[in-house]
């Protein structure tokens, strides 16, 4: 039976990787941060453990206790948690950035890290899941867009420096995905620009997050999840997935426009306040 971690477990893709790996009668081991959360995650069959990846002693704690759970064996783990700050470039403060950056970034590092040392073995394989703005930047997203770049350098030099252990990494872009994704960037969002008074007027910009109508294209969490069996069952070599068309064609875009891609992401621009 494979063992496989899942961070980020209580809603959306982690949710539904969590799901379809237990289909597959996987040892899930699956992190959120509230009770009520690892509660469903546990009646589900999964095995719960609490993680707040902004905290160093929480994510220590939940890398002890995955490890202990796991039998110190894992085979895949799906560095999925994460958050969206959407805000302005000039509007992000100091502590909004560093809490995106460290629940994007330095909070899945450190716990990979930690399992690399104990449980991860040769032939794991390593996911994270990024985004296709870890490829293209459009306005009001800067700050998530910046943490996402840095997951795909990551990756990558996970990758290089792991190939002579054994140990495979891969990424995952997705674009559109039915999660509730949205809605925790626009809580988030709000908080960070009520610090400081701002010139731009973000009310079409959080009118289209807050939206319950979805982007055309948009697809299930589950589409996320099929990708990851597709990597945990060896059915594919690549080591980076774009999930949704409106991925693929940004990627593309993005290759064969080069500077002029930014003529694409206009009807993003900030608006001034009148």
């Not at 109508?213 to 990851?228: H, I």
């Not at 068309?245 to 621009?269: E, H, V, Y």
Request: charged residues 20%.
């Amino acid at each position: 039976m494979k063992t496989v971690v899942i961070t980020g477990a209580s809603t959306g893709i982690g949710h539904a990787t969590v799901k379809t790996c237990l289909a597959a009668q996987y040892k899930v081991i699956a992190t959120a941060r509230n009770e009520v959360d690892l509660k469903q995650l546990e009646d589900m069959g999964a095995i719960p453990v609490e993680m707040e990846l902004t905290n160093q002693q929480s994510v220590e704690k939940a890398a002890s206790a995955i490890i202990g759970r796991s039998g110190g064996r894992i085979d895949a783990l799906f560095n999925n948690a994460g958050y969206g700050l959407q805000v302005a470039m000039e509007d992000v403060t100091w502590d909004c950035l560093e809490h995106q950056l460290t629940a994007n970034l330095t909070g899945p590092v450190m716990l990979t890290n930690y399992l690399l040392e104990h449980a991860l073995h040769p032939k794991s394989k390593i996911v994270f899941n990024s985004s296709i703005l870890g490829l293209v930047v459009v306005p009001f997203r800067g700050p998530y867009c910046i943490s996402k770049y840095a997951v795909e350098a990551a990756a990558d030099a996970y990758r290089q420096e792991l190939a002579s252990r054994g140990v495979d990494v891969f990424v995952i872009e997705p674009g559109p995905i039915e999660a509730s994704f949205r809605a925790s960037a626009v809580q988030m969002s709000r908080a960070c620009i009520g610090y400081k008074q701002t010139r731009l007027d973000y009310t079409e910009h959080f009118g289209r997050l807050s939206t319950s109508e979805l982007t055309k294209g948009t697809l299930p969490a589950s589409a996320v999840a099929s990708v990851f069996m597709d990597i945990i069952e060896e059915r594919t070599d690549k080591k980076r997935h774009l999930v949704t068309r409106m991925a693929k064609l940004a990627a593309s875009a993005k290759w064969l426009l080069g500077d002029k891609f930014d003529l694409l992401a206009k009807r993003n621009q900030p608006v001034l306040k009148r």
